[in-house]
């Protein structure tokens, strides 16, 4: 089977892809990540994800390897990453809560060895309850979502801050689309199931 490599330092990524049950490296990307504001959400994740994936060529040149990246869109139109600190979490889930907010995650697996690669967007959408700063500031404090789009693990506690979630695949929500990740992988002859005779 080809060697897979996911390009992220994403513990949840990582867990994620576990799921799957298949054998894989972890590589940290050697690319910036720049939330372009003049591009639309989802041609900047997919061009993420790809630009995450293709850092990786020289470090694995007969590899697939998976890239992914997310953002989230605001009310207002703005796009939005990681908080990064507890107090910019806490800020962003008070202009957050009582409305509906649109994830979009990009996803690629990229073939090292002649750059053949798919790469797709997939977008989720989560509307907060109303909650109050306090609420919210027991949250943070208790999970510290900093790493996370949109500073909530809906895989924890984050769950009860929702009020109402859509898409065709929560696990986009966390970071990485396995439902469209499995088809990805059997494009490129590596599948999840053996089929061969018993």
């Known amino acids: 089977m080809r060697t897979l490599v996911l390009a992220s330092t994403s513990p949840y990524r990582r867990r994620l892809l576990q799921q799957l049950r298949l054998p894989f490296q972890v590589a940290t990307p050697r690319f910036e990540e720049k939330l372009d504001q003049g591009v639309s959400p989802e041609l900047l994740v997919k061009h993420l994800a790809v630009g995450k994936a293709k850092s990786l060529v020289r470090a694995f040149p007969d590899a697939l390897i998976i890239g992914?990246?997310?953002v989230?869109?605001?009310p207002r139109?703005?796009?939005l990453g990681k908080a990064g600190t507890r107090e910019k979490a806490v800020r962003q889930l008070v202009q957050?809560?009582?409305r509906?907010?649109?994830f979009y995650t990009g996803l690629t697996v990229f073939d090292a060895r002649d750059g053949r690669h798919l790469v797709e967007a997939t977008q989720y959408s989560v509307t907060l309850r109303d909650l109050s700063e306090e609420q919210i500031r027991d949250y943070v404090e208790r999970e510290n979502p900093v790493d996370c789009a949109g500073s909530f693990k809906i895989e924890g506690l984050g769950i009860a801050l929702m009020q109402r979630m859509e898409g065709d695949d929560f696990n986009s929500l966390i970071g990485l689309p396995l439902i469209r990740l499995?088809?990805?992988l059997e494009h490129f002859g590596v599948a999840v199931f053996d089929?061969?005779?018993r």
Do not use: C, W
Request: charged share 15%; aromatic share 4%.
């Open 72 to 74: 989230f869109v605001d």
């Open 68 to 70: 992914s990246d997310q």
């Open 195 to 197: 089929t061969s005779p």
């Open 77 to 79: 139109g703005r796009i």
């Open 96 to 98: 957050m809560a009582g």
């Open 182 to 184: 499995v088809h990805m």
């Open 100 to 102: 509906s907010h649109t």
